[in-house]
Nanobody, 124 residues
Framework: QVHLVESGGGLAQAGGSLRVSCVAT????????MGWYRQAPGKEREFVAT????????YYADAVKGRFTISRDNDANTVYLGMHMLKPEDTAVYYC?????????????????WGQGTQVTVSS
């Protein structure tokens, strides 16, 4: 059984930074692309960023490009999302997810497993 556990969310002021992490267990982490998604109150879940299995390929939503950085440590089975220049509109629950096939590019990721989410709140 695959488990994803996010951590590191919290409260930040506009213009500040946070980093969220996601530890994956239950499969060979290094073979799967990973992604971050978010859901704000009253809105649908949306794509934030993905990273391919090796870490060489990353993809970002336009809303976060240049401010957020996705990275991974395959030895630690962990994917990270560094968030800088935060805005109040970044307030959401952030979820990590895995791709449903091995060695995917991450550019058009189809997800299978999800974490429980971690809350990020940005005050103005």
């Amino acid at each position: 059984q695959v488990h994803l556990v996010e951590s590191g969310g919290g409260l930040a002021q506009a213009g500040g930074s946070l980093r969220v992490s996601c530890v994956a267990t239950g499969r060979v982490f290094s073979r799967y692309a990973m992604g971050w998604y978010r859901q704000a109150p009253g809105k649908e879940r949306e794509f934030v960023a993905t990273i391919n299995w090796s870490g060489a390929g990353t993809y970002y939503a336009d809303a976060v490009k240049g401010r957020f950085t996705i990275s991974r440590d395959n030895d630690a089975n962990t994917v990270y999302l560094g968030m800088h220049m935060l805005k109040p509109e970044d307030t959401a629950v952030y979820y990590c997810a895995t791709e449903n096939r091995q060695y995917g590019l991450g550019s058009d990721m189809v997800t299978d497993y999800w974490g429980q989410g971690t809350q990020v709140t940005v005050s103005s």
